[in-house]
């Protein structure tokens, strides 16, 4: 397994399902972790079952300065973001790709999870190598 000591993940949608798994994960193995979700009562709890090494922020992933001020929260409490997680988005959709739109909300929705995602990782790399 991979050692994660002294890294800094942000794992979006980190409350439940899948980001859940991961943040109890990449906990175990050693990563300091913010948690950034838009169910704040699901992941409080779970940040405070893990200890002071995972926290919550509230994160709206489609917000950008939303991310500002979560990467600000993390930067502040653990220092700089090493890993993002990229989870966020809406699951649990079991139709065939022929019954969805290109207009359908979720497409529209998990689209701009993922671009206001990867444009703040973008951003923290360049600022990181400058
Ligand atoms: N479970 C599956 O079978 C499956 C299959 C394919 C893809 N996925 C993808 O994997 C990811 C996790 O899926 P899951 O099954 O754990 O889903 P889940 O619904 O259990 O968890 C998704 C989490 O994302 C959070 N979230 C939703 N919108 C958000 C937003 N705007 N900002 C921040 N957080 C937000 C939710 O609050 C929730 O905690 C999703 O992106 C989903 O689309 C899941």
Redesign the pocket.
């Known amino acids: 397994m991979f050692d994660l000591k002294g890294k800094v993940a942000i794992i ?9 798994s991961a943040v109890s994960m990449f906990h175990q193995l050693g990563a300091k972790v913010t948690i ?4 704040a009562e ?2 409080e709890a779970l940040a405070s079952e893990l200890g002071d090494l995972v926290r919550f922020s509230r ?4 917000d950008p300065s939303a991310w500002e001020r979560t990467v600000h929260e993390t930067e502040s409490a653990f220092g700089p973001v090493n890993i993002l997680v990229n ?6 959709h079991r139709k065939s790709i022929q019954d969805l739109s290109l207009g359908s909300g979720l497409i529209d ?2 689209q701009k ?1 993922t671009v206001a995602a990867i444009a703040m990782a973008d951003m923290k790399v360049w600022a990181q190598r400058s």
Request: no cysteine; net charge negative; charged share 5%.
């Open positions: 979006t949608g980190g409350s439940s399902g899948i980001g859940a950034g979700d838009i169910q699901q992941g994160l709206d992933v489609t989870n966020a988005g809406h699951g649990g929705h998990n999870m």
